[in-house]
């Protein structure tokens, strides 16, 4: 295999900051924004080197426009330190799975760095027992989070901002002081069982847009204007909504971070350090027809046209007398897309290497790995020169995984067999990151012998 070299890549930060605009999930109802902040309207071109792409995430005013809504929460009530997250005390009770969650992801964005997020938790006076929310006196300077039943039943959860003014800048969205996130009780049933609580990814998602960050493909009322802003993954993705299954987590993408830069920057941002994040839930484009899918590794969830994502992440494989496993879906070697942002701001070039792993053994412990596929990349500038701070870095090589990889005969399984197939970055540890976590992901192969031409074997 070939080295892989990676540009270290820059960005430009413009500080800037209707009626409401309301986002629900998965159906938006969002306000058209103008286009009139960023950097210079052209995006840097990805680097391409083999199996890498290496993708600039910049904040042009192309991007800030089809990544944002027409309202955000005030960067003022953020940059003061004033903005306060209420919730309801009978939905998200002391001790509740759902009140962890929540704590989860308030912790997560007040912990990004360079941003000025400085929210506190408090349980609503107000809402002791659930308020009728029609009447309910909403806080000031505040979310409010509460659970309540959705008009559309195929809605999880729903944004809306509150008390909006006018922007003091052509282009910019309309600051608002407040916002409310509701979680649909028809789905959200419980807040302490696993499989009807709602998870950390959706508190995440919802933050995401009471901050301001549309759906990736945008809304019935505010489709974006160019099909490559849909290839930059961010919070508000989209994926499993329960905490039993979901697992976005608290990964922020590098084009999160970027927006946010763009309207919360804290004014000592202190972002001289490394940081790597992989993508829990990933998303595809089709940048000439604008089709779209969002995916988890496994593709055990996946959202729009699946079409994109055929030939990609299959889990059944099967073995081959050239001596390799094949998928079952196409007999080729299998192809994994992996995905990570880099976060990092350090200068400081540093080499770190990526991997795809496959266990010995079903239930592997840390050292019952073999390494596949392993490319090393540099975390500031290359060959080419500094571009920018922020990318989104995909990696799809195919897979030469043999016999002797996953602990079996040199003629393959005799029988079904289950394994574990891991993407990770920073494998050896070079780097020192802020955040030793979000470094990898890990799916279960089902690995048949080459007896079973139709995998039929069931695996669960």
Known sequence: MKPFHMLSLCATWLAACAPASVYQDPVDQGSSAAADLGAADLASPPTVIEFLTDRPVEATATHLADWGMATILDPAIVADGTLEIHYCQAHFA??????????????????????????????????????????????????YLDYDTLADNTTFAV?????????????????????????NQTHYTTDSVPSTSPSVGVFMHELGHAFGQMHIDGSDAHPVSNNESMVYDRLTIHGPKYDSN????TVIPAASLAFLLTYYADATPGLDTDELSVHQVMTLVDETSGAEVEFAPAKDFADGDRSLIAGLNETKWRWSSAGYFVTCADATKPVFLGRYSDLSTNRTDTRYSIAYSVSTVETPAST?????????????????????????????PPLTVGSGAAGLPASGPVALSKRQLTFAVDVDNNLAERHEHDNDWTVTLCLYPESDTACAAACK
């Open 246 to 249: 979901d697992p976005r987590g």
């Open 94 to 143: 002391a001790g509740s799975l759902a009140l962890a969650n929540l704590t989860t992801a308030i912790d997560a964005y007040n912990d990004i760095p360079g941003l000025a997020f400085h929210m506190s938790l408090v349980a609503d006076p107000n809402a002791v027992q659930h308020p009728d929310l029609t009447t309910f006196a909403f806080p000031a300077n505040a979310i």
């Open 159 to 183: 944004t809306q901002h509150q008390a909006c003014r006018a922007a003091t800048v052509i282009g910019a969205p309309k600051p608002c002081t407040r916002a409310h996130i509701y979680a």
């Open 368 to 396: 019952q790995f073999t390494r596949v596929a392993t490319a090393s990349l540099s975390s500031a500038s290359s060959l080419s020169g500094f571009v920018t701070d922020f990318r989104q870095i995909d990696w799809k």
